[in-house]
């Protein structure tokens, strides 16, 4: 079946410093991917996604993830973290059968100043 | 502004009574969605629809009930609450017709029961 992995529940960054976030999926016939971000209390806000074409994928706020199907992964990257990207974020698949969304656990970014 | 509005952003129920929750989208997307947010566990699904007059369960459909009457709304009902359903439920819509594919999510009803 398929699945998506977010290994880190938590991830501690310093404000400045490079953020890479880690997302595994089961391989799907359609690998359309998305990350999203909740910021506290507040609903979920597309960051980026990734249909066909160019694996590296731009994104809003500077974020940027790259898909690479040998290792059937997705990460979110970001070279400079700015203390307001302190949110959770949530990797998802499109599901094959009928196009609704297979979401990770999520990943808790602190920042610290 | 377009998007999809959830209704109420806030509910305190007490075990065995029963809700509607609101979800409206402005946008004629033909798919919509509920998931429940739990702590830990990401988003699951509860329904979806693929356009009106059509619906179906998805991974969590057990105490909930929906309906697609209009392209426009998807309500979600709780027939008796209990505990369990206690959560963060969003409403989401999507297009697979053109090239802007995505879900667009409402901001979320807060379900306290009690």
């Known amino acids: 079946a398929q699945s998506v992995t977010q290994p880190d529940i938590h991830i501690t960054v310093s404000e400045g410093a490079s953020l890479e976030l880690r997302c595994n999926y089961s391989y799907g016939a359609t690998p359309y991917l998305f990350w999203y971000v909740q910021s506290p209390g507040q609903g979920l806000q597309l960051l980026l996604k990734y249909f066909s074409g160019d694996t590296l994928v731009q994104g809003i706020k500077g974020f940027e993830a790259e898909f690479k199907r040998s290792q059937s992964s997705f990460n979110l990257r970001k070279p400079s973290v700015h203390w307001s990207d302190a949110a959770e974020y949530f990797c998802a698949v499109v599901r094959d059968s009928n196009y609704q969304l297979i979401w990770g656990a999520g990943t808790k970014l602190i920042i610290k100043p | 502004n377009a998007g999809v509005t959830q209704t109420p952003k806030f509910q305190v129920l007490k075990t065995g009574q029963s809700m509607t929750l609101q979800c409206a989208q402005d946008?004629?997307?033909?798919?919509m969605s509920w998931y429940r947010q739990d702590p830990g566990m990401g988003l699951r699904l509860i329904h979806y629809?693929?356009?009106?007059?059509?619906?179906d369960q998805g991974e969590v459909p057990n105490g909930y009930n929906v309906s697609r009457s209009t392209t426009e709304d998807f309500p979600l009902r709780l027939l008796s609450a209990a505990p369990s359903q206690t959560s963060v439920y969003f409403c989401a819509s999507s297009s697979h017709l053109d090239s802007n594919y995505g879900y667009t999510f409402g901001s979320g009803t807060r379900l306290t029961v009690v």
């Open positions: 629809s693929v356009g009106a007059g059509i619906t």
């Open positions: 946008m004629n997307h033909e798919y």
